[in-house]
């Protein structure tokens, strides 16, 4: 694998499909889906990945049945809890992304905890996206950029750059996605990170999450290492900066 992504991202999809193949509840799914969790970091800790994001729950899947959603955040509590010591064993930093005012204190709690503890780790840095959704994070950006212009403590003459714009996202700090991996055949955003995944690579695999594990992710980097990211130039541009 000669180009590896500084930052990839997964959309975990098919957790259900791959439940009613077996004639479990969804739930199983989600729940056979935290072992790919743990397959994809640490193949990213192993491959020198500086960063994995993982959307987990989007705002839109609030709307989901109430034993689903509920269920999910029993899940994510647990598999805080449960994936301690992976994330110790392979120096991994911790982060949560999304509406935090939706989630359940308890929740938060945790949260809170395994960032504090992971938050001197040096190797790979797993974001989860949670209660997230692109339009979200680009009006909740707006909002915050407003309250600042108005309290004049932004230079009002200046215009409102893309470079200042993302200071304001929740993501600040953290590299655009290289590469956009979702599973289960479907093919579309979903209301993920629609402003940072502006020149993001995308592959898409039939495999269902909960079976997605350490091959698939490297054959994900190898498709990836043979694309070329032209960023609007011409091949032959591209070529010469090479
Ligand atoms: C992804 O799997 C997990 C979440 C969205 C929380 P799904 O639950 O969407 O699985 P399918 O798409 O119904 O198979
Ligand atoms: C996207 O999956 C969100 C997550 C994987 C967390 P969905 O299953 O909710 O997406 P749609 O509804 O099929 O687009
Ligand atoms: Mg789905």
């Known amino acids: 694998m000669s180009k590896i992504p500084k930052h990839v991202s997964i959309i975990m999809d098919g957790n259900g499909r791959w439940a009613k193949q077996r004639g479990f509840e969804r739930l199983e799914g989600h729940k056979a889906g935290v072992e790919s969790v743990k397959a994809a970091a640490e193949f990213a800790a192993e491959n020198k990945i500086d960063f994995l994001s993982l959307f987990a729950f989007s705002e839109?899947?609030?709307?989901?049945?109430?034993?689903?959603?509920?269920?999910?955040?029993?899940?994510?509590?647990?598999?805080?809890?449960?994936?301690?010591?992976t994330l110790l064993d392979n120096n991994i930093k911790f982060l949560v992304i999304g509406d935090e005012t939706r989630l359940s204190e308890t929740l938060?709690?945790?949260?809170?905890?395994?960032?504090?503890?992971?938050?001197s780790n040096t190797g790979l840095t797993l974001i989860v996206?949670?209660?997230?959704?692109?339009?979200w994070d680009i009006l909740q950006a707006v909002t915050k950029y407003l309250e600042k212009a108005r309290s004049s403590e932004l230079n009002n003459n200046e215009p409102l750059s893309a470079e200042l714009f993302?200071?304001?996202?929740?993501?600040?700090?953290i590299p655009d996605p290289d590469l956009l991996i979702r599973s289960s055949g479907e093919q579309r955003l979903s209301n993920y990170m629609l402003w940072q995944?502006?020149?993001?690579?995308f592959y898409f695999?039939?495999?269902l999450w909960p079976d997605f594990r350490k091959n698939d992710f490297k054959r994900a980097l190898d498709i990836y290492s043979e694309r070329e990211r032209r960023y609007g130039k011409t091949g032959d541009q591209i070529n010469k900066i090479k």
């Open 197 to 201: 995944c502006a020149y993001t690579e």
């Open 108 to 119: 938060i709690s945790k949260i809170l905890e395994l960032k504090k503890i992971t938050s």
């Open 60 to 85: 839109e899947n609030w709307t989901r049945p109430q034993d689903e959603v509920s269920g999910l955040m029993e899940l994510m509590i647990d598999a805080i809890i449960g994936e301690r010591k």
């Open 129 to 135: 996206f949670l209660s997230y959704s692109g339009k």
């Open 205 to 207: 695999t039939d495999v």
């Open 166 to 173: 993302e200071t304001f996202l929740s993501t600040r700090g």
